[in-house]
């Protein structure tokens, strides 16, 4: 009887060892996936003398990217960084924001998806561009430059100018329904080079706190 408990308890171990290795798997890669997609869209931007956002759906746990044809200068304290509502949550947050504010409001840019090449004409009117995270690989958290708060629910975006030059963020991956840190990767992306870091853990957003580590020439990465 103690022989098959113990043989029981050894499996429960690796089973559970295994599932642990398999999350670490499908976190590390999620978080190649949101670097794939950070660096073709920072490519993207510069080739093509467009704006181009990364989308990221925290319900569908999908990523895709997106251009406009239009200027973009994003703006904070809004839920598309200034572009035009999408979801039902943008849409009100506009409605509310435009009670408050007075005065005609410039046309905000709209943005239409993407292939994920680095070369324009790679458009499709299906959803193939859109890339599902790991199966049960979620969203937990994230934050760029133009958002007060780490955002956590709908859709976050993350923007990339012509010129190379895209906003710092921070972007975690989870592996399970708790915001464990033990279970969660942080992919940080910085401003000027558009490179990406991937961290162990939920890694909070840093940004500047004066206009001379703003404008610092030399990014070595987050």
């Given at each position: ?18 599932s ?11 978080s ?33 990217l ?16 200034g ?77 990339f100018?012509?010129?190379?030059m895209?906003?710092?963020?921070s972007?975690v ?11 969660s990767?942080?992919?940080l ?19 500047p ?6 404008s ?7």
């Open positions: 009887m103690l022989v098959v408990l113990a043989l029981i308890g050894l499996l429960a171990a690796i089973v559970i060892a295994g642990g290795q398999l999350s670490g798997a499908k976190l590390r890669k999620g190649t996936m949101i670097t794939a997609a950070v660096r073709v869209a920072f490519i993207r931007a510069t080739v093509t003398s467009r704006s181009v956002r990364l989308v990221m759906d925290f319900e569908k746990s999908q990523i895709w997106e251009e406009s044809d239009q200027p973009m200068l994003v703006q904070t304290k809004s839920p598309a960084g572009a035009m509502a999408v979801t039902a949550s943008e849409q009100q947050a506009v409605a509310e924001n435009g009670r408050i504010m007075s005065g005609p409001a410039p046309q905000r840019p709209s943005f239409h998806a993407i292939g994920m090449g680095l070369v324009a004409g790679t458009e499709k009117k299906d959803d193939t561009n859109v890339r599902n995270l790991p199966s049960g690989i979620k969203l937990r958290e994230v934050q760029t430059a133009h958002d007060d708060e780490p955002r956590t629910k709908d859709r976050a975006y993350l923007y100018w012509p010129g190379g895209t906003e710092r963020a972007i991956l989870k592996s399970s329904e708790q915001n464990d840190d033990a279970t990767m942080t992919v992306v910085s401003p000027l080079t558009g490179t990406t870091t991937v961290k162990a853990g939920a890694v909070a957003l840093k940004l706190t004066d206009d001379k580590e703003a610092e020439r030399e990014d070595r990465g987050p």
